[in-house]
């Protein structure tokens, strides 16, 4: 009488003695190490098919090896923004033959020490982590573990563990400085999440830029927003309220810049004609909305990219020297903002 016998319960033994191999043949092959003659090789991947084997990354890693996993913690998938960086970094993993393991924490911060502590157990051989929210609760347990991590975009914590930016107070002072250049005197400001420090680092440039110029940082101008399409409008909403509205309104990142021009138009007003508009990220969609956004570029896929590398290098070599890498930003000209009449400094 023959049993049905679940994934779970078959072994590499049993793939080599479908395919007709030795175990050390089937392990070669599933770990890609080594030369095998491309039929033997079929033959196991035929054998692993049909009986529908599953590698055990966590007995693997527990045994010596690795898992060949790396994990991936972000806040949501609901943006461009993230699916640029994941396109970079699913890539270099490709290219090095490792598999991703995605874990969403839908902004909770306490889901992030929780999916950490899961993925640290030999699930993964490293993480990269994309603009967490409270690093510091399990930054130094990774740290003193020697487990090998990479944060994404996030400047302000952890000065001496390796991270991935790009140049965000340089980006928001470019994008302020053209906004002055054009006339703009009144210049709203609607932040990202202010315990990120890429939003504290793009608030830092629009000072250093009205500074430099000579104007006031009047707090009436500046709303707090959390990089989302609501806070963007929201705050939008409010700033056009105000006795003596600005002309001009510069969004922490283009999602929260398509909330402000959705504020705009309900105010009855026309972009760029009555209030310019620029952003920060250029996500694809930055091109393709009515006017095209004027908005600070930032390399999202080439910052994924980069972060894999570190990782996987620290993963090869456990003592390889902490780095801290920020990638340029460029200001990107497109419809969104126009001249004013200028004023003398």
């Known amino acids: 009488m023959s049993t049905n016998r679940t994934s779970?319960?078959?072994?590499?033994?049993?793939?080599?003695?479908?395919?007709?191999?030795?175990?050390?043949?089937?392990?070669?092959?599933?770990?890609?190490?080594?030369?095998?003659?491309?039929?033997?090789?079929?033959?196991?991947?035929?054998?692993?098919?049909?009986?529908?084997?599953?590698?055990?990354?966590?007995?693997?890693?527990?045994?010596?090896?690795?898992?060949?996993?790396?994990?991936?913690?972000?806040?949501d998938l609901g943006t461009s923004y993230i699916g640029e960086i994941i396109h970079g970094i699913d890539e270099e993993l490709a290219n090095a033959s490792y598999d991703l393991m995605l874990y969403t924490t839908h902004r909770r911060k306490t889901r992030e020490s929780t999916y950490v502590a899961t993925l640290t157990q030999g699930l993964a051989d490293g993480l990269l982590l994309v603009l967490p929210r409270e690093p510091g609760a399990y930054i130094e347990t990774l740290r003193r573990r020697g487990f090998p991590y990479v944060l994404i975009d996030h400047q302000g914590i952890d000065e001496a563990g390796p991270s991935v930016g790009a140049t965000n107070r340089q980006g928001g002072y470019d994008a302020t400085r053209y906004l002055i250049e054009l006339g703009h005197r009144r210049i709203g400001f609607i932040t990202g999440s202010l315990d990120l420090g890429c939003s504290i680092d793009r608030m830092a440039g629009y000072h250093a830029a009205l500074t430099e110029f000579g104007l006031p940082v009047d707090p009436a101008l500046i709303r707090e927003g959390d990089f989302m399409q609501p806070a963007g409008y929201t705050g939008a909403r409010d700033l056009l309220a105000l006795q003596q509205r600005p002309t001009a309104i510069f969004a922490s990142n283009d999602v929260s810049a398509f909330g402000v021009m959705e504020a705009v138009r309900d105010c009855g007003l026309r972009i760029p004609e009555d209030i310019s508009i620029v952003s920060f990220d250029d996500i694809p969609q930055a091109s393709h909305v009515n006017p095209p956004l004027t908005t600070v570029r930032q390399p999202l896929e080439q910052m994924g990219r980069v972060a894999t590398r570190m990782l996987l290098e620290t993963i090869a070599d456990r003592q390889r020297p902490a780095a801290r890498v920020e990638l340029p930003t460029e200001l990107v000209i497109r419809a969104s903002c126009r001249p004013i009449a200028t004023a003398s400094f």
């Open 8 to 75: 779970g319960d078959v072994t590499i033994v049993d793939v080599a003695r479908e395919a007709g191999v030795s175990y050390a043949t089937v392990s070669r092959v599933i770990n890609n190490k080594g030369y095998i003659n491309p039929e033997t090789r079929e033959k196991v991947l035929r054998a692993v098919t049909k009986l529908g084997y599953v590698v055990n990354q966590q007995a693997r890693s527990l045994a010596g090896g690795r898992s060949q996993v790396v994990g991936l913690l972000v806040r």
